[in-house]
């Protein structure tokens, strides 16, 4: 695990994109797993800008989200398919059949998770992960539980996680209960991982997934098991493991 420690948000989304922009150029096919949530917008931002340079092309690329809320359509502005088009897709030159994301609308949960990991399977594997974290050190939506999940599955949101989310909506009331998520096991089997943390919120979480126990009450500890795993997080973020002297 390699942890660059950069000065705030602004230069943990260059330092990200700058990662992900050199697996495209190293194997144009790449097969990305990409996140949602606010912490990778900069870095979405970042390789929009390159792609509108001509530095990077994004044609022959291959995309898996991690997640989706249950119950949100595509084109419902607080689904993550919404937030990958506006963010990223919209913006460069993908080709959008080979961008996927789970189902929202999929009733049937045990088909939505068999068929996402088949999804995932005949992309031949992720090269390159983006994760962000959430402040309970949750990675896509594994919540802190007594087991990892290995494939995709639906989960039922924490309080944590659905108070974190209100802000998105009208009403806590419309905060989706359920998402549909990758496991632990299809993150980590991802050939590299780059997980992005920003802000005195994620401290405690960084510090847990990389300094604590593994467990699957931290699900993000189960990194420390990977690899080849970069960590980019600002100094906000890392204040709890420089208080600790672990870095």
């Not at 917008?41 to 929009?48: D, E, H, I, N, S």
């Not at 044609?59 to 898996?64: A, D, G, H, I, Y």
């Not at 390159?128 to 599955?153: M, R, V, W, Y």
């Not at 979480?205 to 126990?213: E, N, Q, T």
Request: glycine share 10%.
């Amino acid at each position: 695990m390699v942890i660059y420690a950069v000065k705030d948000y602004e230069e943990m989304s260059k330092k990200a994109a700058s990662i992900i922009g050199a697996q495209i150029l190293m194997k144009p096919d790449a097969v990305l797993g990409l996140a949602t949530g606010s912490t990778p917008v900069g870095t979405y931002q970042q390789l929009v800008k390159w792609y509108e340079q001509g530095d990077l092309d994004f044609s022959e690329l291959t995309t898996v989200n991690l997640d989706e809320y249950k119950g949100l359509p595509g084109d419902n502005d607080q689904s993550y398919r919404y937030f990958m088009n506006t963010n990223l897709f919209d913006h460069v030159n993908i080709n959008k059949e080979k961008t996927f994301v789970p189902n929202g609308l999929e009733k049937d949960a045990v088909y939505e998770c068999g068929r996402y990991d088949k999804v995932i399977e005949a992309t031949g594997g992720v090269d390159l992960q983006l994760l962000g974290i959430g402040g309970n050190g949750h990675i896509g939506f594994n919540e802190p539980s007594d087991a990892f999940e290995k494939g995709t599955h639906c989960v039922a949101l924490t309080e944590s996680t659905i108070q974190a989310n209100a802000r998105f909506f009208d009403s806590i009331d419309d905060v989706p209960k359920y998402a549909y998520s990758m496991g632990v096991g299809n993150i980590m089997a991802a050939k590299k991982i780059l997980l992005v943390a920003s802000g005195e919120g994620k401290a405690q979480a960084v510090y847990d997934s990389c300094f604590g126990p593994i467990t699957p009450q931290v699900p993000a500890s189960a990194l420390q098991l990977h690899t080849d795993v970069v960590i980019i997080a600002d100094e906000a973020a890392l204040s709890l493991c420089r208080e600790k002297g672990v870095l």
